[in-house]
């Protein structure tokens, strides 16, 4: 099932996401920076299996 993602400050629809633990978005309206954490998390098998390593950036 897809959530709604809304700016906190304009309310307009930003995007429809799924399964997510943190999620970073900017307005392209208002410029807004909004920062979403998931309230929690469900265990996933293929987590279990599958190691995620960080990118890192040199921006």
């Known amino acids: 099932m897809l959530?709604?993602?809304r700016c906190g400050n304009?309310?307009?629809?930003?995007?429809?996401?799924g399964a997510f633990t943190e999620l970073q978005i900017?307005?392209?309206r208002c410029g807004?920076?909004?920062?979403v954490?998931?309230?929690?998390?469900e265990h996933s098998p293929?987590?279990?299996?599958t190691r995620v390593t960080p990118h890192q950036s040199n921006l």
């Open 10 to 17: 304009c309310k307009r629809l930003l995007a429809r996401v």
């Open 37 to 41: 954490k998931a309230s929690s998390l």
């Open 46 to 49: 293929l987590s279990d299996m």
């Open 26 to 28: 900017k307005c392209s």
């Open 3 to 5: 959530n709604e993602c």
């Open 32 to 35: 807004t920076l909004n920062h």
